[in-house]
């Protein structure tokens, strides 16, 4: 029988333990959820497209997905209360009395867009 990969060392021992005590035979992708999510074709097809572009399987590039969404749910929080934060009353005058306030605006030569 062929050794498992060394990333999986100790975790197979203790899938196998764990399969043979309720009976359920265990693989190397025993610990792993197996889901279906009905999508329409141009959806699924667009993901594809995305999941490829990124040279990726669809598997990998819908859980790159939920990590980014997951993150921009914290940045939205952080951002949230850092701006709750700032609005309380005196944190910015003494934030400037601390730090000096702004620097003063720069001159452009160049135009600015609108």
Do not use: W
């Not at 025993?30 to 889901?35: H, Q, V």
């Not at 939205?76 to 309380?88: G, H, L, P, Q, V």
Request: proline share 6%; hydrophobic share 40%; aromatic share 4%.
């Amino acid at each position: 029988m062929k050794s498992p990969p060394s990333c999986m060392n100790g975790q197979v021992g203790e899938l196998a333990r764990i399969g043979s005590q309720s009976g359920i035979p265990v693989g190397i992708l025993g610990g792993m959820a197996d889901t279906s999510v009905k999508i329409d074709d141009i959806t699924r097809d667009r993901l594809k497209a995305l999941a490829d572009a990124a040279g990726v399987s669809m598997k990998d590039y819908l859980a790159r997905v939920a990590v980014e969404k997951e993150h921009e749910q914290l940045l939205d929080t952080a951002t949230a209360a850092f701006r709750r934060a700032i609005s309380a009353p005196g944190v910015l005058d003494r934030f400037d009395a601390d730090f000096g306030g702004l620097p003063p605006a720069a001159a452009h030569d160049t135009p600015r867009a609108a």
